[in-house]
């Protein structure tokens, strides 16, 4: 049994289109009408899943370009996870690479916020801090706060390109004017899901570095801070307050 692992292993390099030939079970798998089939509707299956899981990418590329393009990252980064829906970790940082996406340079970071919502979806629940739960606190009681970010909360920023905007714009763009002018400036978004859906708004610079530092485990104080040192044209008060309507946070817990 110990050669199990190489023969499953070879067996996946053939369906795939890489080496994995020149063992006699592979070579008569393959050999057979049947394996063309079976290959075919694997390679469709996963490319359909790209196509779910990444519906934003798709929309401004196009379909026919998409496919084929997904079709590539299949064969180069097969699943590994029978469930589909976590399929493409690596797709943003495929499509960085993809020689015939150059002239789309938001494209991974477009593709990284499809990743993020997936992410969001299908967290675990749990519940959030009620939006005037820190409202009545001292300043110096609010500095020592660890805000625990929500299981289902997602952010990032993004430099020189309004990724966000132009993700939001092709995500649900159900009859939206995607030709509108965009402020061709980087932008950040944020994903929560305090109840059953996904929900997305932009988030400033600031308010990104500012969740980064609570996921990291840094008191509010110092995670203000940290934003402050970073973007110091942050509005602390209003992100914060945006950051709690959102469901951002989990509740506060007893010292």
């Given at each position: 049994m110990t050669h199990a692992p190489s023969l499953q292993q070879a067996f996946a390099d053939a369906l795939?289109?890489?080496?994995?030939?020149?063992?006699?079970?592979?070579?008569?798998?393959?050999?057979?009408?049947?394996?063309?089939?079976?290959?075919?509707?694997?390679?469709?299956?996963?490319?359909?899943?790209?196509?779910?899981?990444?519906?934003?990418?798709?929309?401004?590329?196009?379909?026919?370009?998409?496919?084929?393009?997904?079709?590539?990252?299949?064969?180069?980064?097969?699943?590994?996870?029978?469930?589909?829906?976590?399929?493409?970790?690596?797709?943003?940082?495929?499509?960085?690479?993809?020689?015939?996406?150059?002239?789309?340079?938001?494209?991974?970071?477009?593709?990284?916020?499809?990743?993020?919502?997936?992410?969001?979806?299908?967290?675990?629940?749990?519940?959030?801090?009620?939006?005037?739960?820190?409202?009545?606190?001292?300043?110096e009681a609010l500095g020592t706060l660890r805000l625990q970010p929500h299981p289902a909360a997602r952010w990032a920023c993004f430099d020189g390109h309004p990724v966000f905007a132009i993700w939001q714009r092709n995500r649900d763009a159900d009859g939206d004017d995607v030709t509108a002018p965009l402020d061709w400036q980087g932008d950040g978004g944020l994903l929560t899901r305090p109840a059953d859906a996904v929900q997305a708004q932009a988030l400033c610079h600031g308010g990104c570095a500012l969740l980064d530092a609570c996921a990291d485990g840094a008191t509010l104080g110092q995670a203000a801070e940290r934003a402050s040192a970073a973007h110091p044209d942050t509005d602390l008060a209003r992100v914060l307050a945006q950051l709690l309507r959102a469901g951002v946070f989990l509740p506060l817990t007893p010292s």
């Open positions: 795939f289109g890489r080496a994995g030939r020149g063992q006699a079970d592979v070579d008569a798998w393959v050999a057979q009408p049947t394996f063309a089939v079976y290959r075919n509707t694997v390679m469709k299956a996963c490319i359909d899943a790209l196509a779910a899981n990444f519906p934003a990418v798709q929309r401004l590329v196009g379909e026919d370009w998409f496919r084929a393009a997904a079709a590539l990252h299949v064969a180069d980064d097969p699943p590994r996870d029978g469930r589909l829906l976590v399929y493409g970790a690596g797709f943003a940082d495929f499509l960085a690479r993809f020689e015939p996406a150059a002239s789309l340079p938001y494209l991974p970071g477009v593709a990284r916020l499809d990743a993020l919502w997936r992410e969001a979806h299908a967290a675990a629940d749990a519940p959030v801090i009620a939006p005037d739960a820190l409202s009545g606190l001292p300043p």
